[in-house]
């Protein structure tokens, strides 16, 4: 069970129309590819997706942070030295996205290993998350169809809308035709990733009143500590931290001081190990969460089902599950689908996933 090796692939795979929201756009998925090695021949599986525009990291110091610091320190530790390992890797600041998907690649070799799944090791609840589609910016008409077309195709029916521009009026419109063109059976919830003032986000929601929102998501910089507190105080539906509250501590922080009333958890970026840290104390808090989406391929998304999937909390409202399906392609041999609205997870060892060798040296980078 010792680990011998840790590889960081970059690959490259375009999507068939970029996710735009207000803090940034993705137009390609140029992702990387952890895999854990151990002197029993197996192999462990994970990505890790850039965020720039949220925590800083790129590709490029993606693999430049695992192949000079985060591969020495854990080659040579047990699968089953998790917290070691954890400590190690915390002792670099940041990078929550590389360090994740060492984490979850090991989780993945750990279950293989002992031929089990991850969601068995990890709390074992249910085998399934419904699915909430994320809406980027468009113009209405079109993101309405996109919902239909979702709805139809996978039998989604919880959407997320990303907000955030200006002036709100272009948003709030779009959030008005989707309850009007799908109807009162659909979830709808709004993300602002930071683009709004707090006093913009209170006009919003009071225009959006009558929609039936499920939740309101970082609808302004939570660094504008007084606002947000007062945008949190007079809103009737749960405002989620999601990059604002990555940590255990940043949680603690945000919901005590009354800038959150509910979590985002991503293992993206807080893997399999600290994303049940988060999970533990939002059960603590009673807090609802929400497991949220970094734009992920169908291997974060996989992984991000088999955490949701392991607990009550976690599998209680829709996650984030779908925004692979606008992808060209993916890596795995056995593609994800979605049915009736659900994802579920694999029943094989560990993620219960196979990376597909000809695809990866189609999109890989590094060759
Ligand atoms: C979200 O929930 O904010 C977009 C970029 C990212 O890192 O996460 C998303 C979705
Ligand atoms: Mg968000």
Not at 329 to 338: G, N, S
Not at 346 to 359: H, M, N, Q, S, Y
């Amino acid at each position: 069970m010792k680990i011998t090796r840790v590889e960081a692939i970059p690959f490259a795979i375009p999507y068939r129309k970029p996710l735009k929201f207000a803090s940034g756009e993705v137009h390609v998925a140029e992702h990387v590819l952890v895999r854990v090695h151990t002197d029993d021949g197996i192999i462990g599986v994970a990505e890790a997706p850039p965020r720039p525009f949220t925590y800083g990291e790129t590709q490029a110091g993606i693999i430049e942070v695992i192949d000079k610091i985060f591969a020495p320190q854990v080659v040579g530790l047990s699968l089953l030295e998790r917290e070691t390992m954890a400590a190690r890797l915390a002792r670099t600041v940041g990078n929550p996205a590389a360090k994740a998907a060492i984490d979850m690649a090991v989780w993945d070799a750990l279950g293989r290993t002992l031929n089990v799944q991850v969601s068995e090791l990890l709390g074992g609840y249910t085998d399934r998350m419904r699915v909430s589609h994320m809406l980027g910016f468009d113009e209405p008409a079109a993101m309405v169809a996109e919902a239909q077309r979702m709805r139809e195709q996978h039998g989604i029916t919880t959407f997320k809308v990303k907000v955030g521009r200006r002036p709100v009026s272009l948003d709030t419109a779009v959030v008005r035709a989707l309850r009007e063109g799908l109807g009162d059976d659909i979830e709808l919830y709004v993300d602002g990733n930071r683009g709004w003032t707090a006093s913009e986000s209170a006009a919003a929601m009071k225009e959006m009143a009558d929609l039936g929102l499920l939740f309101a998501e970082e609808l302004c910089p939570a660094d504008d500590v007084l606002g947000r507190r007062w945008l949190v105080s007079q809103l009737d539906v749960p405002f989620i931290a999601d990059e604002s509250a990555v940590t255990p501590a940043d949680v603690t922080r945000e919901v005590l001081a009354g800038s959150a009333t509910a979590i985002s958890i991503k293992i993206a970026r807080t893997g399999f190990t600290h994303s049940q840290r988060v999970h533990h104390l939002a059960e603590g808090l009673g807090l609802e969460v929400v497991m949220g989406n970094q734009v992920d391929g169908q291997l974060g998304s996989i992984c991000t089902v088999v955490f949701g999937a392991s607990y009550r909390l976690t599998s209680r409202r829709a996650g984030e599950l779908s925004n692979f399906l606008d992808m060209t392609d993916d890596l795995l041999t056995e593609p994800l689908e979605i049915h009736d609205g659900e994802l579920t997870i694999r029943p094989g060892a560990g993620l219960g996933v196979e990376i597909d060798p000809d695809k990866l040296a189609h999109y890989r980078q590094d060759t």
